[in-house]
């Protein structure tokens, strides 16, 4: 079974910057195409960003875009999300997945914005 293990969250104020990494287990993690997803309190997880399997294309929600990057290392097996601007709308858990996403989910990690 895959596992996905999220960090770099934590607690930021609002215009602060944030960069997350996720290392996949498994050796083929560079045919995926991975993405970011999140999910607020309350609220359904929903796609942030998404990256093609080479690292050549990328798309993101239209409510981060501009704001955040993401980029893959897949040697690292591991794809980050750098977050600059940060607003408060986006705290939430944030996971990482394939698309389509696997049924697991790992733990995520947790990106609070708050002044």
């Known amino acids: 079974q895959v596992q996905l293990v999220a960090s770099g969250g934590g607690l930021v104020h609002p215009g602060g910057s944030l960069r997350l990494s996720c290392v996949a287990s498994?050796?083929?993690?560079?045919?995926?195409?991975m993405g970011w997803y999140r999910q607020a309190p309350g609220k359904q997880r929903e796609m942030v960003a998404y990256?093609?399997?080479?690292?050549?294309?990328?798309n993101y929600a239209e409510s981060v875009k501009g704001r955040f990057t993401i980029s893959r290392d897949n040697a690292k097996n591991t794809v980050y999300l750098q977050m600059n601007g940060l607003k408060l709308e986006d705290t939430a858990v944030y996971y990482c997945?394939?698309?389509?996403?696997?049924?697991?989910w790992g733990q995520g990690t947790q990106v609070t914005v708050s002044s």
């Open positions: 997945n394939k698309l389509p996403n696997w049924d697991y």
């Open positions: 498994g050796n083929i993690f560079k045919i995926y195409i």
């Open positions: 990256i093609s399997s080479g690292g050549g294309s990328t």
